[in-house]
């Protein structure tokens, strides 16, 4: 996968210490200003989205050669969504159509990350199709996570290519999924220009480009060292917060 130097590059499904990443928002901020060449992020935290509400302040506040969208991974009944351009976080666990329709109510876009993959709860081939058939107008896709460096995209990514190609036509994007700060970046997204602007352009002008590199044997050695920190966060963490997320949503009298 070449690089074209004169594109503006986007990693838009980073994960954070705030959800089940390992560095913390800052840490991240800062990896991403001093060690990468990366125009614009996202921080797409599981279910989430304090910490890229965070992110988005501090890029605000701060001295950044980059940009920031903020994000989340929703997790519905056929598999994950990513979800940009939101103010609020999305109940997980609701079928895929009806997410798409909360992001857009809100304003925001949505893209699916490592399509069909039978490695991690991603939407399959009928979801897809069901929705790409789906003639509501709140109802749309604007792009595929075509590169997903890891094992979970790496099987998939011949099928997917194809597939879009041949039937969906959706802009193609590539993601790290990095949950790690060494990994950012090696998914990556090509478009013309560099603001966060251009990229919404690239986006509904099918004009970005997927890159980056899959992981090797060493990139996953990596991967079990901090799976252990990973598991912890899920299983423990995570739901806890999810917890604490509904019952201030109750308490608030938040509709759902």
Known sequence: MEIDTTLGRADLHIHSGAGDGVASVAEILDYVEHETDLDLIAITDHDLIHGSLDARDLVAKGNYRFEFIVGMEITTLEGHLLAYDLEKPIRMLLPLARTIQQVRQQGGFCVVPHPTSWLTR????????????????????????IVNPTLAGRVIYEKVLSLNREQWHLAELGGSDAHSLEFIGSG??????ESAADFRRALKEKT????????????????????????????????????????????KGEQR
Not at 123 to 145: A, F, H, I, P
Not at 188 to 193: D, K
């Open 188 to 193: 990556h997204t090509l478009f013309p220009g």
């Open 208 to 251: 970005t480009q997927a890159g980056g590199r899959f992981l090797d044997l060493q990139d996953h050695r990596r991967l079990m060292s901090i799976a252990g920190e990973q598991m912890l966060k899920s299983l423990v963490v995570m739901p806890s917060q999810h917890l604490k997320r509904a019952i201030d949503s109750l308490i």
């Open 122 to 145: 991603s939407v399959g081939y009928r979801g897809l199709r069901r929705v790409m058939e789906d003639e509501r107008s709140d109802v749309t896709l604007e792009g595929l996570e």
